[in-house]
């Protein structure tokens, strides 16, 4: 498809070469236009109102059928040829084309206005020195545009200014990498100093060189020339298309790439036609057929041939050929005769009734109720109509965490105040109470400044802190000093915090809930509100948090003029630093953080010291001297936090929780029953995506080992990938053990798989995203797919939306396995796209996904029914409607080739033409459909009290090549009782007055209704699930036969059309004798008899999964839905205490010597103390002195307790 658009796109003179490097200059459109760079339009779409025949027609005859059927067509215009009339193809092929390209105009209409609404919104542009309003799609290189806050980034932008200070931005990233935590970025001071000024920004002339478009979201590279100066460009500089403008009034960025060339579509991967693997097999197998057609058409020409020389040549005396035919081209004719007479082995009405088998189970998808999310008024949606019965077959699940997985939202659950728990409920027993949402919540009413989001159950905590108790007051007044949040207050008493990870978000707001109001902050002090009192810190110093030291610090001065350190962090790191006094105190802690950890809670240790005025005059004397060093400063630095960061006195713990959809432990617990891998791939950081992995059950204690993956190398990354195998599988050779083969049509497709290793023991592997980009190069790919499939469950954390696809297409290659991609955000699309099924959850990231999906619905937990439910009846129906198809059509055919020994291999047809022409579409089409629509082995709840019925799916048992020879052994059974009984019955018999009933057209009537019973009784035992409609279908279609055939056989008909309807009288001078109806019964008999003989053996000797569960379904009552059961208590000694962003806090930021740019009821403080500093260095954060300056007290605060 894609080469058939590029060719006629080099025809027309559009090809275009890759970039090298990008020349821009701002506000000069003629100078831009000359490089032929894209505008911002989006399309996603494939045909427009022109290129919609050509290119849908083109698709179409594609599949082999489809052309073989337009080859067929001809041929029986040719009167020479054929023996049936050329609307017995004409009329089904134009149905099956004008049903596919109506569906595929509806897909693609769809795919138009999600490209339309995206493409019409509208940005303000900088045109002739005027902002005016433009659509995104005309948006062009080089323009000045102007964002505002809350406003999607329209295009890759280079950031000119801002109205923050010092030209810093906030964006927040989910559609790009899942992230909700706000990144900063700053523009140039040269830019940044033209402001909002419209003057100064229309005379801007700078010009941009920088790299080409590519999909690397982490870097960039590139010069600002300006005025003879050159500037250097990086990440930090430039908004992608995809964020999001948060906590910005207003920016200005220069559009550096647009549309198809942007970052973010750059990683949205190539949009692929997905087919079925069924559509594979069925192409293969018609392939087959073909060639088995020929086989029979040439064995039946070799036979005329023979009967031509033998006993032809006898009738040309008084049956003369025609004119200018000879017996060699006579011969020559009849093969394609045969081609004719037998092309029913490939019924074009098994096309359509794919079609409208999968457009029937879409629909069910659709309509049901149980997948509907009433809270966002989202239903499931089947967006691709082609795909249903491959949800049955999944055997590779990839998911997404952040919004797939989660909520993206973190709440604060329970802490440990001095050694008492609090957060949960226990009734009078003793006994733990579960919280629901109808549960009592604290009343938070008498705090004005109060959250009304927030939630919280245990009243006792609230009593604690209202009798005045210091170590809870001091514990919250931790929570509300310790961090690098940044307060909003728009209105008087409207808060809004700014925090770069959600959880430390929580952690604040949970403070401010409880009385402890973190309200705002300068470089050098930051005010609280204590239980309704205004009390304003000294700030001296933040030691921030870095991956090594996993904690932070603050060190503040009370109004009292109180030196205090309050420090949280990771318990192990915490518990080390601790006073030997706190032993007690930590031992019972301890505890406490055992049951969080058990109930997949992200834990925290919070602890302070008071500090002499002495001592923090010469630690400072010794920082200033460590920090100015040419030498060692790095070591001399952590030794002084290491120095200062102990005898700390314990205050508690707290517990986040990184809210879970709904039924995602028991969802993936029922997936796993399902022997289905489950993958998760994340740009989230690796703890987090731990935490994760216990809270679903997916990583537990119990689990033999867990490996992680974390090296920088490629040598050390294949070392610890072998190492993790040797430990699995010791026995294990070097080598993976590849499976070659051809695959595909004609068998020109070269296949590899790599085998599946048992091991020992349950184990998991974590790998990281720089550690995964080597290891899926093309020397590492086997090894790192070879140890992760040994492994139940594999966590990939930061790999980009590129990787993810790599991920997938690596199993997809080796594995012959069907995968699923599940995501929420824009950063998901190149998985889903990748997949061959792609799901996209209407979640909280936009709806990029959900757009490229090819199922979408609104909670992760209702892929089990997508699954389980919908996927295994849809396989299910569509193996069980291709048996079937090729049984009655295979029977049909092998009755014709059977007659042709009887009538000199003349390529005259067994059954009357009206009838060949009803068979497939009236006489079996509905029986078939009502079957293939409403058949189900055992309903939803046995489905999900048994999810090992899905594991046939996975293994392709139910259809494959063996199955269709098998169908093909059967249909020739049947042909054969249904040929020779009918013709030794009736040889030589006569009817009650005499007369003799052996002439064609009664042994016709005779052999067509046996098959037509045969059929329609076979399938009735196919049929597990009857319904009113499959009843009306089955003897609706036999009464209409007979309707018809009476009618088409009367007199009236044909005196009315005697060439077309010859057959008159047969039906009432045959149907009328007792014997053809004992020939009926008996040739019943035979056909059907052995099928449930074989069966009933079959079932005794080796039962299947299906046949266990349909016994146990007809012997017990249908299974009640599972009652919901308070989680059982998990005490777990693995913790995590990763309450911090990804990265660098903001402690440069909050110590900044710049002050900030003063706005009314709103601060927030400058992040650089140099206005082009770089941004995100994973350098660690150091100590920064603070102006000498203080501010008096004015309030008294509590004293913090000395334990």
């Given amino acids: 498809m894609e080469s058939v658009r590029s060719y006629f796109g080099g025809l027309c003179g559009n090809e275009q070469k890759g970039e090298e490097e990008r020349l821009l200059r701002a506000n000069d459109r003629p100078y831009n236009l000359s490089f032929r760079y894209v505008n911002n339009a989006i399309r996603t779409s494939k045909y427009n109102i022109f290129t919609f025949l050509p290119l849908n027609l083109f698709e179409q005859f594609r599949r082999l059928a489809n052309a073989y059927f337009l080859f067929l067509m001809v041929l029986q215009l040719i009167p020479q040829v054929s023996s049936l ?127 080409p478009p590519n999909n690397r979201l982490d870097k960039f590279k590139g010069v600002l020339m300006l005025n003879g100066q050159t500037y250097s460009l990086d990440n930090d500089k430039v908004l992608l298309r995809g964020c999001t403008l948060r906590n910005t009034e207003w920016c200005f960025g220069l559009v550096i790439f647009g549309g198809l060339d942007t970052k973010l579509m750059q990683n949205s991967g190539k949009t692929t036609f997905k087919r079925t693997s069924i559509d594979h097999l069925m192409n293969v197998l018609v392939l087959c057929i073909f060639g088995f057609l020929a086989t029979m058409c040439s064995i039946l020409t070799v036979g005329n041939a023979i009967w031509e020389m033998r006993e032809g040549s006898v009738f040309t005396v008084f049956l003369p050929r025609e004119s200018g035919v000879n017996a060699p081209l006579s011969i020559f004719l009849t093969f394609w005769s045969y081609v004719i007479v037998l092309n029913t082995v490939v019924p074009i009405s098994l096309y359509v009734s794919v079609e409208i088998i999968r457009l029937g189970n879409s629909f069910y998808i659709d309509w049901d109720r149980k997948m509907y999310y009433p809270k966002s008024d989202t239903p499931a949606q089947a967006r691709t109509t082609t795909l249903n019965e491959e949800l049955g077959q999944i055997k590779y699940i990839f998911s997404d965490k952040t919004g797939t997985l989660t909520q993206n939202i973190m709440t604060f659950n329970k802490c440990s105040i001095n050694g008492k728990a609090y957060g949960e409920l226990f009734d009078f027993s003793g006994q733990r109470v579960e919280i629901t949402e109808k549960t009592e919540k604290v009343d938070f009413r008498w705090n004005d400044l109060a959250d009304p989001k927030f939630t919280f159950h245990d009243h006792s905590l609230v009593e604690t802190l209202r009798e005045g108790s210091p170590e809870a007051q001091a514990f919250f007044r931790l929570l509300a000093l310790c961090h690098t949040v940044m307060p909003e207050e728009k209105k008087e008493g409207e808060l809004y915090y700014q925090a770069q990870s959600p959880d430390e978000g929580a952690l604040v707001t949970a403070a401010r809930n409880f009385g402890f109001v973190f309200r705002s902050r300068t470089p050098e002090t930051i005010t609280a509100w204590e239980m309704g009192k205004k009390v304003t810190y000294e700030l001296l110093a933040v030691l921030d948090f870095n991956n090594v030291r996993k904690r932070m610090s603050v060190i503040v001065r009370s109004p009292e003029g109180k030196l205090t350190l309050f420090c949280k962090g990771a318990d192990t790191i915490i518990f080390e630093r601790l006073h030997p006094s706190c032993d007690k105190l930590k031992q019972v802690t301890t505890g406490h953080l055992n049951e969080y950890a058990g109930d997949g809670l992200r834990t925290l240790a919070l602890a302070y010291k008071d500090l002499d005025e002495g001592y923090m005059d010469g630690w400072r004397q010794r920082h200033h001297e460590a920090s100015t060093a040419m030498d060692d400063r790095e070591e001399r630095l952590d030794e002084l936090y290491e120095e200062i960061e102990k005898d700390l006195m314990l205050l508690g713990a707290t517990a986040v929780e990184d809210k879970l959809q709904d039924g995602v432990p028991q969802t993936i617990e029922q997936l796993t029953k399902a022997d289905i891998k489950i993958w998760v791939l994340t740009g989230d950081k690796q703890e987090t995506a731990e935490n994760i992995g216990y809270s679903c059950n997916m990583l537990r204690e119990e689990m033999t080992e867990i490996f992680i993956v974390s090296a920088n190398t490629a040598e050390g990354v294949k070392a610890e990938l072998q190492n993790a195998r040797r430990k699995m599988r010791p026995e294990s050779a070097d080598e993976p053990s590849v499976t070659k083969s051809r695959a595909g049509l004609f068998w020109l497709k070269k296949t590899e798989i790599v085998q599946d290793e048992e091991v020992d023991g349950e184990y998991a592997l974590i790998i990281n995203g720089h550690s995964l980009a080597f290891a899926l190069e093309k020397d590492l790919q086997l090894e790192l797919l070879r140890t992760a499939c040994m492994c139940q469950t594999v966590i990939c954390c930061r790999v980009t939306p590129l990787q993810k696809a790599q991920v997938v297409q690596l199993v997809k290659k080796y594995k012959q396995a069907i995968t699923l991609a599940i995501g929420d955000g824009a950063n998901d699309v190149s998985m889903i796209k990748a997949a061959h099924i792609g799901v996209g959850i209407s979640g909280q990231e936009g709806m990029q996904a959900v757009l490229s999906s090819d199922f979408s619905f609104a909670q992760f937990r209702y892929l089990q029914r997508l699954l389980l439910v919908h996927g295994r009846w849809s396989y299910l129906r569509m193996c069980k409607f291709l048996r079937y198809f090729f049984y009655k059509n295979f029977t049909f055919t092998f009755v014709h080739f059977w007659y042709a020994f009887f009538c000199g291999f003349s390529a005259q047809t067994v059954y009357d033409e009206w009838f060949i022409t009803s068979y497939n579409l009236v006489y079996t089409a509905l029986p078939v459909l009502g079957m293939s629509l409403f058949d189900q082995d055992v309903n939803d709840r046995w489905s999900f009290q048994y999810p090992q019925l899905y594991t046939p799916g996975q293994l392709n048992l139910y259809f494959s090549k063996k199955i269709f020879i098998r169908c093909m052994m059967h249909s020739c059974y049947s042909s054969l009782i249904l040929f020779f009984i009918p013709w030794a019955a009736i040889y030589d018999t006569v009817r009650d007055d005499g007369k003799d009933i052996a002439d064609y057209q009664s042994f016709a009537l005779l052999a067509q209704t046996c098959l037509l019973i045969v059929v329609n009784v076979q399938l009735c035992l196919d049929t597990h699930y009857w319904t009113a409609v499959n009843q009306f279908f089955v003897w609706g279609s036999l009464a209409a036969y007979f309707a018809m055939t009476f009618t088409m056989y009367s007199n009236g008909m044909f005196f009315i059309f005697t060439s077309i309807f010859p057959f008159v009288g047969t039906a009432r001078n045959s149907l009328n004798q007792p014997n053809v109806w004992m020939i009926m019964l008996l040739t019943s008999l035979l056909c059907l008899l052995p099928v449930v003989a074989f069966r009933f053996i079959l079932i005794q000797i080796r039962p299947t999964i299906n046949d266990k569960v349909r016994h146990k379904v007809r012997k017990e009552a249908l299974p009640t839905p599972a009652p919901r059961r308070p989680p059982v208590r998990r005490i777990s000694t693995r913790r995590s205490g990763y309450a911090f962003s990804h990265t660098q806090g903001y402690g440069d930021l909050v110590t900044s010597r710049k002050f900030l740019l003063k706005l009314p009821l709103r601060t927030r403080p400058a992040l650089f103390s140099q206005t082009d500093s770089p941004l995100a260095q994973n350098l660690p954060q150091h100590y920064r002195t603070i102006a000498e300056e203080r501010e008096e007290p004015k309030s008294p605060t509590q004293e913090v307790p000395t334990e």
Avoid at 110 to 117: A, E, P, Q
Avoid at 140 to 165: H, R, W, Y
Wanted: negative net charge.
């Fill in 85 to 211: 009339s050329w609307f017995t193809t004409a009329v089904p092929l134009v149905l099956v084309l004008s049903i596919t390209a109506v569906k595929d105009a509806s897909d693609d209409i769809n795919r138009h206005k999600s490209d339309k609404l995206v493409n019409n919104r509208t940005v303000s542009i900088l045109i002739d020195g005027q902002l005016k309003n433009e659509k995104w799609m005309n948006v062009q290189v080089g323009d000045i545009i102007k964002l505002e806050n809350n406003q999607f980034v329209t295009a890759d932008l280079l950031l000119l200014s801002s109205s923050e200070p010092l030209n810093l931005v906030y964006v927040e990233t989910a559609e790009l990498d899942g992230e909700t935590n706000l990144k900063v970025k700053q523009a140039l001071t040269v830019t940044g100093e033209l402001g909002d000024s419209i003057d100064a920004l229309a005379y801007f002339n700078g010009e941009v060189k920088c790299e």
